[in-house]
């Protein structure tokens, strides 16, 4: 049924076009403070405060030492400074609010100061910052100079081709780390043996990790497969800690493990686990991450990740849930710790809510902006959709051009990202055979290289990817043996650079805070510390950067324009052909309407930017008079380009006092000769969308005019298309080229016109 | 590495290349692709020792993070403990694994006595203290 037709219904139609819009998928939640639903303001939320007796915490936010849980006890010892708490502590909380945004306080002294704060209070001073206060905030306390940004890499059939191949993709575009996690969780090995090769493509250092089971993890990374380590996670009560089987203790356990390995590691945490583990508290989403963070300072990891992770799309539900995301990243800096900072779990299905949400962390930089932006597709994504996927990989690209904001990737040809998922679908497949772990035909490679997902791919099945698997783990292969097999396979530049990689673990430089590897060196907190003090300080875009950001897939230029244009010049001189009949002059006959032609008209140009051929164009408004019983003169103007004055000054030749005013790119004027330049009588204004049949009509209407008769102006329809954002970089070129042959005075010529399949000579 | 490290001193791979080194000795320049296909070098070889741990330490304290430092200490005690024995101790310290604080102190006294870990000994023996405290030597599965 046509909606039209159904008046009965008592809503507002509008609400059916909202309720179609992916938005409304979302659910929202009110604020239930004593349910656990509150982004700042938990019905439980203690207030701040400390007691310290003989140089140790007595109590803490309210609670006395003898009912610290586990986690007040850790942080007692472990995260507050006693010699830092009577000050820190003493301090107006709106006071430390303005020194987080004032650019003449430094750093360090900030950090400083949140050492002796206690949960409670960090939480109530980043409470009193806006969204936008938080993110410049976030700008000058984050640890690392450089931006970063992290990668997912999995596939839905665990294939491990298909890991090298994006595996190197994502190493093309730029990210600085790449974690990969299963479908079925006994193919880790076969995931970390084949992204660990897949990461070895084109350039050396881009950390690694395989999520999965922690003893597991480890032991992957003991075998030299994954260089660095992030599923650690840690939750802001005590309940919740006990169902995510651990303790502060067994995670801080953990962590030196990861140091006593080599092996980067950071902590996990983000608002609403514990909400949705069912241990709230009755407390507040931003206060329990704030127990999170200073625990994983005490701990003594480097960083977090952070920032709503798998309770991203739920914090989001509630009011302020997203400004508590960014405030929690804030808390996260200020502490000093690396911040790969959310933006990971896909939090909205409105790609509005999505691009919202990035921007702060884009144009203020984070270590890792994205802790896991999905390089593949959603349906690939193992750990559930990212903000951003393989499918908005370029919005990405084209926001970083857009704001001149470093998000960490680079653009990269079609032809340069072929030949790396070639090249590394040989480098595994070369390595499975020396390996004996299997050996894929050209079918099973071609079909990969060439996959955007794993639904393209006639490659391996998860079953078979256990075996893989069980084979790695069984026969305790390692990087080394990986190393070996590509260098006798001629994949030495691949073998080199996971050498290199390896080699980092030797003098623990990359476990120090915020440590990526750029250019064959580590860069971190120590040696690429972030110094903010104002405008022209902190990190700024090199040129040479800038310009990698800027080279996006498809940008056009005049060279670009008049090539195209060259193209399609032949075709049209089989069309049509124009010939000068010298100085136009006021014709006499009452019908008679004249179509002034722009300069480039048929000269330069050749097609409207609908695609129309300009001498069908041309045809369609001289049908269109010639229906209407009036006569067709053109002519040229060189004195302008502009449309209202082609117009007009085609009228005042007109015999009938009526003209058409035709720009190249298809823009058209109906005007009369006694109008005011910009009152015209009809107007095509879009061009990209005006048909033939709309020309045609714009050719009758003329005549209707001339004649005095009753007119029913030509409506192009629009359907909302964003022309401007289309076609106005092309408009812009091609109006140039216009404008370009435009002469002061130049008097107007006629034309004859000539078409050269159908009807023959129109015009003088 | 005698003298106490600075931030100057960061990164130690091109610092001191010479320095650092595997654990069974081979250094930052021994270690080769042409070592590695000689079958010269073994995963030991790639395994951080407690000197560049300590030594990360030292650069972390310089750099104002006493805890990352503590952690790095830790795991530099660690360095020389199997794989085998720092899994079942983590596993141990997860809740409810333990059933008293004496299996606790049990294993912070292995590692204190076989293998010198007196940092990690006491950190663990900490755990048993809070874990009988907060009734963590319960049955989970």
Excluded at chain 1, 53 to 75: H, V, W
Excluded at chain 1, 546 to 564: M, N, S, T
Excluded at chain 1, 701 to 717: F, H, I, Q, S, T
Aim: charged fraction near 25%; proline fraction near 4%; glycine fraction near 10%.
């Amino acid at each position: 049924m046509n909606r039209h037709d159904d008046l009965g219904t008592n809503r507002w139609r509008r609400f059916d076009d909202w309720d179609e819009r992916p938005l409304r998928l979302d659910n929202f939640a009110r604020d239930d403070p004593a349910n656990g639903f509150s982004a700042m303001k938990g019905a439980k939320d203690p207030k701040p405060s400390v007691a310290v007796e003989g140089g140790r915490i007595t109590a803490m936010d309210g609670t006395p030492q003898a009912d610290f849980d586990m986690i007040d006890l850790f942080i007692a010892r472990y995260h507050l400074d006693p010699e830092m708490v009577g000050e820190a502590m003493a301090m107006p909380s709106a006071e430390v609010a303005r020194m987080l945004v004032d650019m003449n306080v430094p750093r360090e002294r900030l950090v400083k100061l949140a050492h002796g704060m206690t949960p409670a209070k960090l939480a109530e001073v980043v409470a009193h910052l806006n969204a936008m206060e938080i993110a410049f905030a976030y700008a000058k306390m984050r640890a690392r100079a450089t931006p970063g940004n992290q990668a997912h890499v999995t596939n839905a059939k665990d294939d491990p081709l298909q890991l090298a191949a994006d595996a190197a993709v994502a190493v093309a575009f730029g990210f600085d780390e790449i974690e990969t996690t299963m479908r079925v969780s006994r193919n880790s090995w076969s995931n970390a043996l084949a992204c660990c090769i897949g990461s070895s493509v084109g350039r050396a250092g881009t950390l690694f990790q395989c999520s999965s089971e922690e003893a597991e993890e480890l032991q992957i990374g003991m075998a030299g497969f994954t260089s660095y380590a992030e599923t650690v996670s840690v939750y802001g009560t005590e309940k919740s800690f006990i169902d995510g089987d651990d303790t502060p203790w067994s995670k801080a356990f953990l962590a030196a493990a990861y140091a006593s390995r080599g092996i980067k590691m950071r902590c996990t945490s983000g608002a609403a686990a514990e909400l949705l583990m069912g241990f709230h508290e009755a407390k507040s989403l931003l206060y329990l991450e704030a127990r999170c963070l200073c625990m994983q300072r005490a701990m003594g990891v480097q960083g977090t990740q952070n920032g709503g992770i798998d309770g991203a799309p739920l914090a989001s539900a509630i009011p302020g849930g997203v400004r508590e995301l960014m405030a929690e990243n804030l808390i996260a800096v200020w502490l000093d710790l690396e911040c790969a900072s959310g933006n990971d779990a896909r939090s909205s299905e409105s790609e509005i809510r999505i691009g919202a949400k990035i921007l702060p962390f884009l144009i203020a930089g984070s270590d890792l902006i994205c802790s896991g932006f999905g390089s593949i597709l959603k349906y690939d994504n193992s750990f559930n959709p990212s903000s951003f996927n393989g499918e908005e990989l370029e919005d990405y690209l084209v926001l970083q051009r857009d704001f001149e904001a470093d998000g960490g990737l680079t653009p990269r040809s079609e032809d340069e990202l072929l030949a790396i998922r070639k090249q590394a679908v040989d480098a595994i497949a070369a390595v499975f055979e020396e390996l004996d772990l299997g050996s894929p035909d050209a079918d099973m490679k071609g079909s990969v290289v060439v996959a955007s997902g794993s639904d393209d791919t006639r490659s391996y099945l998860p079953g078979d990817v256990s075996k893989i698997s069980a084979a790695i783990s069984g026969r305790a292969i390692t990087v080394l043996d990986v190393i070996r097999a590509l260098h006798k396979r001629g994949f030495v530049e691949e073998a080199e650079n996971l050498l290199f990689l390896v080699k980092l673990r030797l003098s623990g430089d990359y476990l120090q805070t915020s440590a990526v590897i750029r250019d064959g060196k580590v860069i971190s907190a120590i040696n690429d510390p972030n110094r903010y003090d104002g405008p022209g300080s902190g990190y700024r875009l090199s040129e040479a950067r800038r310009a990698e950001i800027c080279a996006i897939r498809g940008e056009l230029d005049q060279r670009e324009v008049l090539r195209a244009e060259a193209t399609f010049e032949k075709a049209e001189s089989g069309r049509i052909a124009y010939r000068n009949m010298g100085p136009a002059q006021r014709g006499s006959d009452a019908h008679e309407i004249v179509v002034g032609l722009s300069p480039a008209f048929g000269t330069q140009l050749f097609r409207t930017l609908a695609g129309h051929s300009l001498a069908d164009v041309l045809r369609a408004l001289g049908d269109g008079i010639v229906e209407e019983g009036g006569s067709v003169r053109f002519v040229r103007f060189l004195h302008t380009a502009d449309t209202s004055f082609l117009g007009l000054s085609a009228a005042g030749l007109a015999g009938s006092g009526v003209g058409i005013g035709l720009q190249a790119k298809g823009t058209a004027v109906i005007h009369h000769r006694d109008r005011l330049p910009h009152n015209n009588l009809e107007l095509f204004s879009n061009a990209p969308i005006t048909t033939l049949d709309h020309y045609r009509g714009f050719g009758r209407n003329a005549v209707r005019y001339a004649k005095g008769l009753d007119v029913e102006p030509v409506v192009v329809p629009t359907r909302g298309e964003a022309l401007g954002a289309r076609f106005h970089a092309r408009v812009a070129l091609i109006y140039a080229i216009e404008t370009g042959l435009t002469r002061d005075g130049a008097a107007p010529e006629d034309v004859a016109v000539e078409f050269i399949r159908g009807k023959g000579r129109a015009g003088a | 590495m005698s003298r106490k490290l600075d931030i100057a001193d960061y990164p130690l791979a091109q610092t001191q290349p010479g320095e650092v080194k595997g654990a069974r000795g081979l250094s930052l320049d021994d270690i080769t692709l042409d070592a590695v296909i000689a079958g010269k070098v073994e995963m030991d070889d790639l395994r951080i020792t407690a000197d560049a741990l300590n030594a990360q330490a030292e650069i972390a304290e310089a750099a104002g993070r006493a805890a990352l430092a503590g952690n790095f200490r830790r795991g530099a005690e660690l360095s020389r403990v199997p794989q085998t024995v720092i899994m079942q101790t983590y596993e141990l310290l997860r809740p409810g694994r333990a059933k008293d604080r004496q299996t606790l102190l049990d294993a912070a006294e292995r590692l204190r006595r076989d293998h010198g870990a007196e940092r990690m000994a006491a950190f663990v023996e900490e755990a048993a203290e809070v874990y009988e405290r907060r009734g963590l030597f319960t049955f989970r599965y």
